[in-house]
């Protein structure tokens, strides 16, 4: 429940007023290093939970990676289509509002299998500063 509270937070606090443009294209994002056609801008950082919007080109493909601070960290698929592959699974076929919980710090890659450049929202948990 404190999962859907925040993504519902964090997808409200991205929410732009009725004359922009809501998700943005990729020339907001930052290009990912060594993952050509794939790109990425932090949308809000906070002491418990972080927010990145990604953005995947037709035919990029995200290396495996992880986020190793992550507590928890939810997958949502806003435009696009992509195969989303998490370590020790069968890769799974992800559409346009498909959301995906992973377990923090979960080893994946994603491949964008459209024909239209895929936006992603990433909501990561983080642990209490001690």
């Not at 290093?33 to 950082?45: A, K, N, T």
């Amino acid at each position: 429940m404190l999962r859907i509270l925040i993504l519902s937070a964090a997808l409200t606090a991205l929410a732009a007023p009725a004359y922009s443009q809501a998700i943005g294209g990729p020339e907001k994002g930052r290009p990912v290093q060594g993952d050509p056609g794939i790109s990425s801008m932090v949308v809000m950082d906070r002491p418990d939970f972080r927010v990145l919007r990604d953005w995947a080109e037709p035919g990029a493909v995200r290396r495996m990676h992880n986020h190793a601070d992550a507590t928890y960290h939810v997958f949502t698929l806003l435009t696009g289509q992509l195969t989303l592959t998490i370590e020790g699974q069968e890769p799974v076929e992800v559409k346009a509002g498909d959301v995906i919980d992973l377990k923090g710090g979960a080893m994946h890659t994603f491949k964008n299998t459209g024909t239209v450049t895929a936006t992603i929202v990433e909501v990561f948990g983080k642990a209490p500063k001690q």
